[in-house]
């Protein structure tokens, strides 16, 4: 079955910024999205079909694509954007939709 | 305002049947799919299947194709998750997200839905 690939944790300080990776065969087809879930919480969408962001997310989270891999990016990290976060995708034929494993970001 | 509204908490015991509901309100019912999301404990979300209330089209992982039954009423505008018999390991928060036909981002989530089996 189709899989998409994430670091299991990635850390930064305040103010710096923090790329999260995902990375997975069908990523060339199909467009990605990216949730952020906090404790306790449901998942909320942060960037969709690669590189768009809601509205009311804030400007310092961008996403990009390149080839079998979409990132995001978080300029100027927060401590309020400690959390998970999931990329979210389908396989070649849009029919199987999946999650990323997630990757845990602490802000130091 | 876009709403999905899921059923509560349950606790069941191994072999119980049980159907949980997301209830959508605020948009048109019957244009966007719905997806049930599945995290167990302290683990990452699993996608388990889709349905779209319009037509009834209905897709399952191969995880978990065959352990469940997802369902729409789109009369009363709720969507369901059935199992027939419940095990032990499916003791998990489930969510119900919505998603646009011919997007691949749910852009609404229930409030999540906390099923322990337990004997």
């Known amino acids: 079955s189709y899989e998409l690939t994430q670091p299991p944790s990635v850390s930064v300080s305040p103010g710096q910024t923090a790329r999260i990776t995902c990375s997975g065969d069908?990523?060339?087809?199909?467009?990605a999205s990216w949730y952020q879930q906090k404790p306790g919480q449901a998942p909320v969408v942060v960037i969709y079909?690669?590189?768009e962001r809601p509205s009311g997310i804030p400007e310092r989270f961008s996403g990009s694509a390149s080839g079998t891999t979409v990132t995001l990016t978080i300029s100027g990290v927060q401590a309020e954007d400690e959390a998970d976060y999931y990329c979210q995708s389908a396989d070649t034929s849009g029919t199987y939709w999946v999650f990323g494993g997630g990757t845990k970001l602490t802000v130091l | 305002e876009v709403q999905l509204e899921q059923s509560g908490a349950e606790v069941k015991k191994p072999g119980e049947s049980l159907r949980i509901s997301c209830k959508g309100s605020g948009y048109r019912f019957t244009t966007y799919w719905i997806a049930w999301v599945r995290q167990m404990p302290g683990k990452g979300l699993e996608w388990m299947g889709i349905?779209?209330?319009?037509?009834?089209?209905?897709r399952y992982s191969p995880s978990f194709q065959g352990q469940v039954t997802i369902s729409a009423d789109k009369s009363i505008l709720t969507a369901y998750l059935r199992w027939s018999s419940l095990k032990a390991s499916d003791t998990a928060v489930y969510y119900c997200a919505r998603a646009a036909y011919g997007r691949l981002s749910f852009d609404s989530w229930g409030q999540g839905t906390l099923v322990t089996v337990s004997s």
């Open positions: 349905i779209y209330p319009g037509d009834s089209d209905t």
């Open positions: 069908a990523l060339p087809k199909q467009h």
């Open positions: 079909q690669d590189t």
